[in-house]
């Protein structure tokens, strides 16, 4: 247009004016295309964190020939919905490539993709733009947030019996625990010859051995009486509650198994176990079909008498009252730690709780299991202070 006003004038400055804009639209072009081009990256980032945890991205960004003011956008996917998109900026950039960082909490647990990457031509003059994506992705896996519990209850507050029990066996291991005649199939090598001899008759070695009671956790992952947003807070408390509860036995040196629909972690010890069901309850979701049932079930099948089993449910019914009953009735000692589901989606408190809630405190209490409730506002580290 300014060209053909400068044609139509006969004007040298509109002329002048037109030849330098549409150059510098050609040099606008030329250098988008040619940043973009030759353009490079690679993210380097941590494979784990936790939820709500702050994760440092670094970018390496690289271009086979110069090029300058590129904006850098990357997705962040584990991040809150309006903070996924992570923009940066490059001024300039060679061969030698250019290190950027930005950090980003993980909202959200879960397993993730961070990326791609977009690149944009940010000539000075904004005539002429060009885009590219870098299909470069990064896997992470956010754990779910982990508080400091406190007060976890006692073997003697569940059950009145001495923490551990003693059993003897014959060989060797652990501490000795005396003589006793030989019996038919007793080893030969478990013989002590020295007090045979002396008595005039075989004896054999025992031993004692201290047997720990392992913790089991069972996670409630059926779909409760909300919906929307008040059921997946109410689940996602739960499975921080879950985690909790799993560092604060690991920490005390307990064998500590998982139990959630029909699947189950057998009891181990030590951070490589921590960390199996943290694999697990990273990803967790809501199951229908019933998967409460095939917990307990599960539960039925695979826990020794006088084990303790941590229930973290926030779903209660006669027919889950059955089940209760049932384990209790193996001895089994019960925590059950309910999550009342009214109190995400209405103003529900301890100091307001209706009827059926404290209908269901008592059904739950009377099947013998201990009672832990918790509200939404609670703080998860308090739990076991609170109780009823």
Do not use: C
């Amino acid at each position: 247009m300014v060209l053909a006003a400068g044609f139509n004038t006969r004007s040298n400055l509109l002329f002048f004016v037109g030849y330098l804009l549409g150059g510098i639209f050609i040099l606008s072009f030329i250098f988008a295309f040619r940043n973009m081009s030759r353009l490079h990256g690679k993210r380097n980032v941590e494979g784990i964190t936790f939820q709500n945890e702050t994760v440092t991205v670094e970018l390496e960004m690289t271009s086979d020939s110069n090029a300058s003011f590129i904006k850098i956008r990357d997705r962040f996917n584990p991040g809150s919905q309006d903070d996924q998109k992570k923009e940066l900026f490059i001024y300039n950039l060679n061969k030698f490539g250019m290190k950027i960082s930005y950090d980003a909490i993980a909202y959200r647990r879960g397993k993730f993709k961070i990326g791609p990457i977009e690149a944009e031509s940010e000539f000075p003059f904004l005539l002429f733009t060009r885009k590219r994506v870098l299909n470069i992705y990064s896997d992470i896996l956010v754990y779910p947030e982990i508080f400091d519990m406190k007060n976890f209850p006692l073997y003697e507050q569940i059950v009145t019996s001495s923490i551990n029990k003693i059993i003897t066996s014959v060989g060797g291991g652990n501490e000795f625990f005396g003589i006793r005649d030989y019996k038919s199939g007793d080893s030969m090598r478990t013989i002590d010859w020295k007090v045979s001899a002396r008595m005039n008759q075989l004896v054999v070695k025992e031993f004692e051995k201290q047997l720990g009671h392992s913790t089991y956790i069972l996670l409630d992952i059926a779909p409760g009486n909300n919906s929307g947003s008040s059921e997946l807070s109410s689940f996602e408390k739960s499975v921080n509650i879950a985690g909790s509860v799993l560092k604060n036995r690991i920490d005390g040196i307990d064998n500590v198994g998982f139990i959630w629909d029909d699947q189950f972690i057998l009891p181990e010890s030590g951070k490589e176990q921590l960390y199996h069901i943290l694999d697990k309850l990273a990803v967790v979701s809501i199951e229908k079909n019933d998967p409460l049932t095939k917990s307990y079930i599960n539960a039925a099948k695979i826990i020794d008498p006088e084990n303790i089993l941590v229930i973290i449910s926030r779903t209660i019914d006669e027919n889950y009252l059955k089940y209760l009953n049932l384990l209790a009735a193996k001895k089994i000692r019960i925590i059950f730690i309910y999550v009342i589901p009214e109190s995400f989606s209405k103003d529900i408190t301890r100091e307001n709780l209706t009827t059926d809630i404290k209908e269901r405190f008592t059904e739950i209490s009377l099947t013998g299991a201990k009672l832990y409730p918790y509200y939404r506002d609670d703080l998860i580290s308090e739990i076991f202070n609170q109780g009823l």
